[in-house]
């Protein structure tokens, strides 16, 4: 099959023989891609020596190509074979989620006319149609005026919010933008307030900005949401000190519990104190769909600037996320000019290039993939899978709260569950944290390397832990009973046999 680079014709699109050439290499890529999903385990179980065995004999630059064809076929047989299935309902470790049929057509179309949404002049239709689905989004969260961006996700978004943050409150406290002059010496009182349990890019975004990661200060957490009254105590303790809480930072759907911070609370702390008001929602976001779970985010609404991912519950390839402000006044604070992008004289002519909002120059059509999507099933056709993980999460926590092998560590509040395996016994030389600890650890490496199930691990006070994401609508509580039996004959099975080191 061509093509092999010889005849320009048929490596790119824009004649007959770049068009048979295209659709039978997607109909190629799309059979390698569908022969790896659909099996019954959800991975191979191979470790790293496994993987670096099989892909030592495949030269990636090789003196001779050898013909686009085969190099599917190899892909599709050592890799993507080989390959965690998110798609499989036992592949529930991470926020990793199944990607839907709708958004998978619109990656390929997005990628086929390669539009970069930097300048208008490389993304006419994409510029307007992204702006179109930032003001749906708006909508969404209940921003009347507001504006926004896709990003690559939360990372991006989270940075963007107190990148925003630390020049307002330079700007306006200390009379120097740090965009322009870097730092002021007061921004050593600069801190941003946070949950415990908030992501850590929060943390990276401090680092990246000059604030430094001890900037961040830590607000101690009940069942995984912030204690507002914890939270007035450090704003106090700031505030008698002289520092100056400039950010605070609230989750909405944290990583392990999926626990949503008090966001009408801290919204009014956040006026109380001048400070920005950003929500991370990465994660919970996508209930903004639901008529039944909205209200979880209610408060939303009253942030200065929103992290939203697509490619988590909103079921999304990777990657794809939006970072909203409620007044779009405030990308100014980051805007800047290129003259071979956005020359001034654009924006007063009505002609839009999203350059000035991005971090990125070249950026992706990402919003063709959330479009699709919405259009093509509608806000009740997406909030019905999402509705459905939820009331799974509720029910997978049922078995295990009954279950005397297994420790369930909170309620549900979206749809990630986290439990330990509970040993029988404690042998006499270990506590039982440390045991648990161990055996806990050791079962999920043991699903891992048996490709049955994936799970996650995690630390819950300091004790190693198991986590479900049950993002995919079609695991069932069979699966997650299936799940729960493995991992009980793992855990037997150790302690029988005691642990390795
Ligand atoms: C996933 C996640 C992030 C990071 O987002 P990326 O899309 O991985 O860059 C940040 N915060 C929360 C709560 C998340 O779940």
Redesign the pocket.
Known sequence: MRPDGRDPAELFLGSEAGATAYREAMERATEAALDATGRAAPYSGDGPDDHEERLAGFDPLPDEGRGLRRVIEEVGEHVLSRSVDPSNPRCVAH?QCPPAVPGLAAEAMATALNQSLDSWDQSPAATLLEQRMIDELCGLFGYDGGDGVFT???????LMGLLLARERRCREAFGRSPREEGLPPEADALRIVCSEA??F?VRQAAAQLGLGEERVVSVPTNAGELSVEALDRVLEGLYDRGLDPFALVA?A???DFGAIDPLEAMAERAAEYGAWFHV?????GALALSDEHRGKLAGIERADSI?V?F??LFYQPI?C?AFLLRDGDDFELMGRNAAYLNPEGDAERGVPNLVSKSLQTTRRFDALKPYVTFRALGREGLAEPIEYTLDLAEAAAERLASDPAFELLHEPTINTVVFRYRPTGIPGDASREEWTDRINGEVRRRLLASGEAIVARTAVDGVTSLKLTLLNPRTTLGDVEAIMAAIREHGTRIEAGGVAA
């Open positions: 926020l690559g996700g939360g990372t991006q978004s989270n908030t992501h890019t989750t759907g944290t990583t991370d929602a990465a994660y919970g992290a991912d490619h988590k990657s996320g």
